[in-house]
């Protein structure tokens, strides 16, 4: 495969990068929704999966009466996220504020007794990751720009 090729491939993915960056940007200045709703339950099938450094996300599952038992994931993307991924064991009472989108839209946290997000909490961690998305978009953007210019003068020199 010529080299032209593999640079002109890298380029089309950094611009598909940039796009998927630019679409949370935009999904993050989503205002708090009108129609919360609370799920509270017993947590169960608790797991944190670790990186080398940190933790990345916790998972755990809320039985529900209905017999519905829907899993939860959540990320580091608010202040006390450590606080919860270490103290949450199975059999401890949960409660979750889920907007229209269900489990993957979690706008608040109660663990035991403590509140651990609130949903002004929750849209503030949102905002502050689209900043961090717009950055990795322009960098996605010049990334594809300056690859695709390098990938033109590759052709032409004949690589």
Known sequence: MRLSTVV????????????LCL?????????????????????????????????????FRLPQPSGE????TYK???RL??????????????????GPGGAHDIWGLKLGDMALMLPEQAREARLTE?????????GMLASALF????ARDLRRQGH
């Open 76 to 78: 580091p993307n608010f």
């Open 130 to 138: 689209g900043r961090w998305s717009l950055g990795m978009f322009i």
């Open 81 to 98: 996220f450590y606080y919860f991924a270490d103290h949450l064991k199975d059999g401890m009472p949960v409660a979750i504020t889920l």
């Open 8 to 19: 002109a491939l890298v380029a089309i993915g950094s611009l598909a990068a940039a796009a």
């Open 147 to 150: 690859m695709g210019r390098l």
């Open 23 to 59: 679409q949370s940007f935009y999904q993050s200045f989503r205002p708090i929704p009108s129609h919360l709703q609370v799920v509270t339950g017993t947590a169960t099938s608790v797991s944190s999966f670790t990186t080398l450094y940190s933790k990345a996300h916790a998972t």
């Open 69 to 72: 038992s829907p899993e939860f």
